[in-house]
């Protein structure tokens, strides 16, 4: 049963257009949101996050919206740009799963992005 | 900057063999994790360790044992490999909501 969906594997745009990320979820307990990006023989590495009381928020070329009421966040990357192409994940956090100040994220099967120049 | 290292980055084994994956962070986290991602799911956590010693099960751990040999390092076995524990395999730490990944090790049990 997965908590986190990344319902497209992949996704090809043009350089300079939007790309735009979806991630849905199951668990209404989900109270933080994370973006992870993935180069091929590399470690994930943060992108942005969100926390359940905000609907948006922004960083540079980046913007990940929130819609609570759906259990649907999307994330924005305007303008793309050839380095943006990679997988991104979709993860979520469980404060009430805190444990210790352990922070088990649930992950979403990524979406390869490719921006073709 | 070496914030989180594992070693082998690479390793071939044959089924039965056991192994240790060794991870290290340098950025005093309390909390390490192992995940296995592969081909179509994604990141799956195998082990977490909230603090020193202590360590709970994630979502895939059969098959695998761990140990917070301190706050630094968190190890992965595998007692016996199985073809099926072919994968790649990334060590994080965390704090304040943030996981800190390292570069990942490949392993191919045949």
């Known amino acids: 049963d997965q908590q986190v969906k990344q319902n497209s594997p992949s996704l090809s745009v043009q350089e300079g257009r939007i790309s735009i990320l979806n991630c849905d979820y199951t668990n209404s307990m989900f109270d933080y949101f994370l973006w992870y990006k993935k180069y091929p023989a590399e470690g994930p590495t943060f992108l942005i996050s969100?926390?359940?009381?905000?609907d948006k928020n922004e960083d540079g070329r980046f913007t990940v919206f929130l819609n609570k009421s759906a259990k649907h966040l999307s994330l924005h990357i305007v303008p793309s740009q050839p380095g943006d192409s990679a997988v991104y994940f979709c993860a979520a956090s469980l404060t009430e799963g805190y444990q210790g100040g352990s922070e088990k994220l649930v992950f979403g099967k990524g979406t390869k992005l490719t921006v073709n120049p | 900057n070496a914030g989180v290292t594992q070693t082998p980055k690479f390793q071939v084994l044959k089924t039965g063999q056991s192994m240790t994956l060794q991870c290290a962070q340098d950025m005093n986290h309390n909390s390490m994790y192992w995940y296995r991602q592969d081909p179509g799911m994604g990141l799956r956590l195998i082990y977490y360790s909230a603090s020193e010693g202590t360590t709970d099960k994630g979502e895939v751990p059969n098959g695998y044992n761990v140990s917070r040999l301190n706050k630094r390092e968190f190890s992965l076995r595998l007692e016996s490999a199985a073809p099926s524990q072919t994968s790649v395999y990334f060590c994080?730490?965390?704090?304040?909501?943030?996981?800190?990944f390292g570069e990942g090790s490949r392993l191919t049990v045949l």
């Open positions: 969100i926390s359940s009381i905000k």
């Open positions: 994080a730490s965390s704090y304040h909501g943030e996981l800190f």
